[in-house]
């Protein structure tokens, strides 16, 4: 099972992340980590017409976590913020396409959860200035 | 039996009915017993056995099940008495672990007492179980913290013991062991400044008590803290160790049944200790459960127990650092515990981990609830090897094994 997990696109991605680095004149740039293992993500993402128009990502961390942020840069290309938003565990899993083990779905999910919450915090800061 | 004799560890895992399991097709190799042991027949039949002929609730009812549960729940309690020296049993307050015993003297003992410019030292590689109670002490009194540093081997800088343990330091609360590093502190040199300053002394024993002789009177200490679940008790159970006077100068944490000795309407007196301090039902399975662990243990002798680890934890260490890149934090096994933690180069610890419990063995990664001790060695997390009395160089050689199958995973 475990072993299936770390299937050679995997370990590609992990290797040779998609995306990678930041962006000079991103809307959102933002950052977090899991505080159960320091796995650590940072996202650089900009928006045209309420869509991800482009994005980037840094991190370090485990196979499984850093994969899943490259596979995401490309899944959620062209998405808008409210299909983002929407995305949920099934989701991520259906890309990775692998076994994860019920331990390691916070692995999994931590790009997600990051650009998640990037995005919040744009939203919340739009309102505010309105 | 020959005292001299080496603990049968081959013989010693037939007792422990787990670990005839297998995971994902493979024999169990269980080295994660820094985190918990694994429970013998004789445990699992002691709480068993409990249920099914003593239940009931204890120091309330006259009836031959509440006596009989209460017998046995206070000869638990003479056990784990014994099995660290301690004055007397009256001296052993139940808690569900480590973590519970500390918050109490956290909040029975230092809350009422420290005030602003108190110091309570600790050290750079504490659990977060003996760094968080304090850091609520500190908040709420003014007290601050003083971590004795260590050096880059592991160690603790002694040298810096007399500007850190000082006139204003009331408390010193110190690991007993590592978690994370296995180093065993050298306690004595600790108390003897602690006492030289009119300080109290904590130990915190969670990797301590289940692994080495621990006797309170010869350390002088005024506080031991451990876990009944790494010592092959039950979860939810674990102790309080006080000297009986401060354990009766102490505010009760918790209020409520069996802890008063009488109750109106506008307020309430309290009962000596320990009851003073286990209000409500206690975990009196788990703490039948933790004095069946502790019979255990003595019969196979906590002195060869030691010795068991020692000679694993050489074993293990020399085949670890044979590991080609392998980095392994801590001091040379002489000084320390059945604990290794490490990293591969190429491979994240949650990685190995994930592909090691693949072939069979369980170890742990991650921070080990020390976040500190991991921004002091500049790394988010470690994988961690740890091991008790069932463990055989065979497990050592499994897990060697394993290491290099997870290499090649990464490393085709």
């Given at each position: 099972m475990s072993a299936e997990m770390y299937k050679e696109y995997i370990l590609q991605h992990y290797r040779r992340p998609r995306n990678h680095g930041t962006l000079e004149d991103a809307d959102i740039i933002h950052e977090d980590d899991n505080p159960l293992c320091g796995d650590r993500v940072r996202v650089a993402v900009k928006i045209e017409d309420d869509r991800i128009a482009d994005i980037r990502f840094q991190g370090k961390g485990c196979a499984i976590s850093q994969a899943s942020a490259s596979i995401m840069t490309d899944k959620v290309k062209g998405k808008t913020l409210d299909e983002v938003k929407a995305i949920d565990t099934e989701e991520v899993l259906g890309w990775l396409r692998i076994p994860v083990s019920p331990m390691r779905v916070k692995c999994a999910m931590l790009g997600v959860k990051v650009l998640q919450a990037g995005i919040h915090q744009l939203e919340r800061e739009q309102a505010e200035s309105n | 039996?020959?005292?001299?004799?080496?603990?049968?560890?081959?013989?010693?895992?037939?007792?422990?009915?787990?670990?005839?399991?297998?995971?994902?097709?493979?024999?169990?190799?269980?080295?994660?017993?820094?985190?918990?042991?694994?429970?013998?027949?004789?445990?699992?039949?002691?709480?068993?056995?409990?249920?099914?002929?003593?239940?009931?609730?204890?120091?309330?009812?006259?009836?031959?099940?509440?006596?009989?549960?209460?017998?046995?729940?206070?000869?638990?309690?003479?056990?784990?008495?014994?099995?660290?020296?301690?004055?007397?049993?009256?001296?052993?307050?139940?808690?569900?672990?480590?973590?519970?015993?500390?918050?109490?003297?956290?909040?029975?003992?230092?809350?009422?007492?420290?005030?602003?410019?108190?110091?309570?030292?600790?050290?750079?590689?504490?659990?977060?179980?003996?760094?968080?109670?304090?850091?609520?002490?500190?908040?709420?009194?003014?007290?601050?913290?003083?971590?004795?540093?260590?050096?880059?081997?592991?160690?603790?800088?002694?040298?810096?013991?007399?500007?850190?343990?000082?006139?204003?330091?009331?408390?010193?609360?110190?690991?007993?062991?590592?978690?994370?590093?296995?180093?065993?502190?050298?306690?004595?040199?600790?108390?003897?400044?602690?006492?030289?300053?009119?300080?109290?002394?904590?130990?915190?024993?969670?990797?301590?008590?289940?692994?080495?002789?621990?006797?309170?009177?010869?350390?002088?200490?005024?506080?031991?803290?451990?876990?009944?679940?790494?010592?092959?008790?039950?979860?939810?159970?674990?102790?309080?160790?006080?000297?009986?006077?401060?354990?009766?100068?102490?505010?009760?944490?918790?209020?409520?049944?069996?802890?008063?000795?009488?109750?109106?309407?506008?307020?309430?007196?309290?009962?000596?200790?320990?009851?003073?301090?286990?209000?409500?039902?206690?975990?009196?399975?788990?703490?039948?459960?933790?004095?069946?662990?502790?019979?255990?243990?003595?019969?196979?002798?906590?002195?060869?127990?030691?010795?068991?680890?020692?000679?694993?934890?050489?074993?293990?260490?020399?085949?670890?650092?044979?590991?080609?890149?392998?980095?392994?934090?801590?001091?040379?096994?002489?000084?320390?515990?059945?604990?290794?933690?490490?990293?591969?180069?190429?491979?994240h610890p949650h990685d190995?981990?994930s592909?090691?419990?693949?072939?069979?063995?369980?170890?742990?990664a991650g921070h080990?609830?020390?976040m500190?001790?991991?921004?002091?060695?500049?790394?988010a997390a470690?994988?961690?090897?740890?091991?008790?009395?069932?463990?055989?160089?065979?497990?050592?050689?499994?897990?060697?094994?394993?290491?290099?199958?997870?290499?090649?995973v990464f490393?085709?």
């Amino acid at each position: 099972m475990s072993a299936e997990m770390y299937k050679e696109y995997i370990l590609q991605h992990y290797r040779r992340p998609r995306n990678h680095g930041t962006l000079e004149d991103a809307d959102i740039i933002h950052e977090d980590d899991n505080p159960l293992c320091g796995d650590r993500v940072r996202v650089a993402v900009k928006i045209e017409d309420d869509r991800i128009a482009d994005i980037r990502f840094q991190g370090k961390g485990c196979a499984i976590s850093q994969a899943s942020a490259s596979i995401m840069t490309d899944k959620v290309k062209g998405k808008t913020l409210d299909e983002v938003k929407a995305i949920d565990t099934e989701e991520v899993l259906g890309w990775l396409r692998i076994p994860v083990s019920p331990m390691r779905v916070k692995c999994a999910m931590l790009g997600v959860k990051v650009l998640q919450a990037g995005i919040h915090q744009l939203e919340r800061e739009q309102a505010e200035s309105n | 039996m020959d005292a001299q004799a080496a603990l049968d560890a081959r013989r010693i895992k037939e007792d422990f009915p787990i670990l005839a399991r297998h995971v994902h097709g493979k024999p169990l190799v269980y080295l994660d017993n820094a985190a918990t042991s694994q429970k013998p027949e004789s445990v699992i039949r002691a709480i068993d056995n409990y249920y099914r002929m003593h239940n009931s609730n204890v120091h309330r009812s006259v009836h031959l099940l509440a006596e009989e549960s209460s017998v046995a729940y206070e000869e638990a309690r003479a056990k784990v008495a014994r099995f660290v020296n301690a004055r007397r049993s009256e001296e052993i307050v139940f808690t569900k672990g480590t973590t519970e015993a500390i918050n109490l003297v956290a909040r029975g003992w230092a809350m009422p007492r420290l005030q602003p410019g108190d110091e309570i030292v600790v050290t750079e590689i504490e659990h977060h179980s003996n760094l968080v109670p304090w850091h609520m002490v500190a908040k709420a009194t003014g007290a601050r913290l003083r971590p004795i540093p260590f050096d880059h081997q592991g160690l603790p800088q002694m040298d810096k013991l007399p500007e850190i343990i000082n006139p204003r330091t009331r408390l010193v609360a110190v690991t007993h062991a590592s978690n994370v590093l296995g180093t065993v502190m050298p306690v004595a040199e600790i108390v003897a400044a602690a006492k030289a300053q009119g300080a109290l002394v904590l130990l915190d024993g969670a990797q301590s008590v289940p692994h080495l002789p621990v006797d309170v009177q010869a350390l002088d200490i005024d506080f031991l803290a451990f876990s009944g679940h790494k010592m092959l008790g039950p979860t939810a159970s674990g102790a309080l160790w006080a000297r009986y006077e401060l354990l009766e100068e102490m505010e009760p944490v918790d209020g409520g049944g069996s802890m008063i000795r009488r109750v109106t309407l506008t307020e309430s007196t309290y009962m000596d200790p320990p009851a003073r301090f286990e209000a409500g039902t206690p975990p009196i399975a788990q703490a039948i459960g933790l004095g069946a662990a502790v019979d255990y243990l003595t019969s196979l002798g906590m002195d060869k127990v030691a010795r068991h680890e020692q000679e694993l934890t050489r074993l293990a260490y020399e085949r670890l650092a044979a590991v080609e890149g392998i980095t392994l934090y801590g001091p040379p096994p002489e000084h320390r515990v059945g604990v290794i933690s490490f990293n591969l180069p190429e491979v994240h610890p949650h990685d190995l981990a994930s592909l090691v419990d693949q072939e069979g063995v369980a170890i742990r990664a991650g921070h080990h609830c020390c976040m500190p001790l991991h921004d002091k060695l500049g790394v988010a997390a470690t994988a961690r090897a740890s091991f008790y009395i069932y463990n055989t160089p065979e497990d050592v050689d499994a897990l060697i094994n394993a290491l290099q199958a997870a290499r090649k995973v990464f490393r085709p």
